[in-house]
């Protein structure tokens, strides 16, 4: 079964998530950034909400970081303090894949004694041309080769473009199948829409992200999760 990652900024927005059956809430801060992270105090308050469900998982966005390792581990670290079962980190500063590697091996060694508990997510963004970032195709094998639990493709720049727009259907299949072989969980995001969600049936990832579209008016930004529009989403995939 498809999971349904919705993410909200604070505690009501992630009540209404899981009130309209998500799988996993993704708190991040869109206002830094696609994966712009949310304050640790934030994190923590919606992580005890979580945990009232059974079943029920949270992961954090760490943000689109930069070629930082030591910050980026760090931050990894504080985050995995958080207890969350997911942490995404976007590789928007690695600019090679062995760059990218290194970066991705010292969050993992910052966040080894959470071994089992905590699932590292690295994420690439489908136009990474305009973003000026590593090749999305490129995620799974430097998932693999760090030891990440999740190859994630994700849009950097949100300005109503979305996965589809850069990367084909058969390009979105290869990622996928990339991801698979090496025994890596595949999540795809991107200003993902309801209409989408026939084409992400067949490509059969093993998470949808979204927030976008589970927000009043499609507003990210301004906009509030609804139940409603969650519960719609969430059909979609039965």
């Given at each position: 079964m498809i999971k349904l990652l919705v993410s909200p900024i604070n505690l009501e927005e992630a009540q209404n998530a899981i009130n309209g059956g998500a799988d996993i809430i993704d708190v991040k801060n869109p206002v830094e950034g696609?994966?712009?992270?949310?304050?640790?105090?934030?994190?923590?308050?919606?992580?005890?909400?979580?945990?009232?469900?059974?079943?029920l998982e949270i992961s954090a966005t760490l943000g689109?970081?930069?070629?930082?390792?030591?910050?980026?581990?760090?931050?990894?670290?504080?985050?995995a303090n958080c207890n969350v079962d997911y942490i995404k980190v976007g590789l928007k500063g690695p600019k090679t894949k062995k760059d990218a590697i290194f970066f991705m091996?010292?969050?993992?060694?910052?966040?080894?004694?959470?071994?089992?508990?905590?699932?590292?997510?690295?994420?690439?963004?489908?136009d990474y041309k305009r973003f000026g970032?590593?090749?999305?195709?490129l995620i799974p094998e430097i998932a693999a080769e760090s030891g990440a639990d999740v190859a994630m493709v994700d849009t950097g720049i949100k300005d109503g473009k979305n996965l589809f727009d850069f990367m084909s259907e058969e390009q979105i299949k290869i990622f996928v199948e990339k991801t698979l072989k090496n025994d890596i969980i595949v999540a795809l995001a991107g200003s993902i829409r309801k209409d989408h969600f026939p084409k992400l049936k067949e490509i059969k990832p093993h998470i949808i992200g979204?927030?976008?579209?589970?927000c009043e008016k499609s507003d990210r930004l301004h906009g509030?999760?609804?139940?409603?529009?969650?519960?719609?989403?969430?059909?979609l995939l039965k």
């Open positions: 696609s994966l712009g992270a949310n304050f640790p105090w934030v994190i923590t308050e919606i992580q005890k909400l979580v945990k009232k469900y059974n079943g689109d970081f930069p070629n930082l390792p030591g910050t980026a581990s760090l931050a990894a670290l504080g985050m091996k010292q969050i993992i060694r910052a966040v080894s004694e959470y071994k089992g508990q905590v699932k590292i997510v690295v994420a690439g963004y489908a970032t590593i090749e999305p195709l979204l927030r976008g579209a589970a509030k999760i609804r139940v409603e529009l969650v519960k719609e989403l969430k059909s």
